[in-house]
């Protein structure tokens, strides 16, 4: 079971990232570790060390994902004047269009 919590926050930090600030992070531990709690058939150290376990991978699956978005930011091509209309201002160029 204590795989399953570390995979889960894994992929949990990896959504997370892509797609929230780093602030999403508080409540996300909360709700994780209030999760493990509440089924916990464990002693209370091995409690104590998945929730730690879990918020850790929480917090480095949400650098992943917000590296993989900073990266997926940069690569993405800035389409702002094809919302105008390409002869409108400037050109993908640079040059300035006076119709």
Do not use: C, D, W
């Given at each position: ?5 570390f ?38 150290v ?27 930011s ?5 389409n ?5 209309g ?14």
């Amino acid at each position: 079971m204590v795989v399953a919590y570390f995979v889960i926050a894994a992929i949990a930090g990896i959504a997370l990232g892509l797609r929230f600030k780093v602030f999403v992070l508080i409540p996300a531990t909360l709700v994780a570790v209030i999760a493990i709690v509440a089924n916990g058939h464990q002693p209370k150290v091995a409690l104590a060390l998945t929730a730690l376990g879990t918020a850790v991978l929480l917090q480095i699956g949400y650098f992943v994902g917000g590296t993989v978005r900073a990266h997926l930011s940069r690569r993405a091509p800035s389409n702002v004047n094809s919302a105008h209309g390409a002869h409108e201002g400037r050109s993908a160029h640079g040059e300035t269009n006076n119709h």
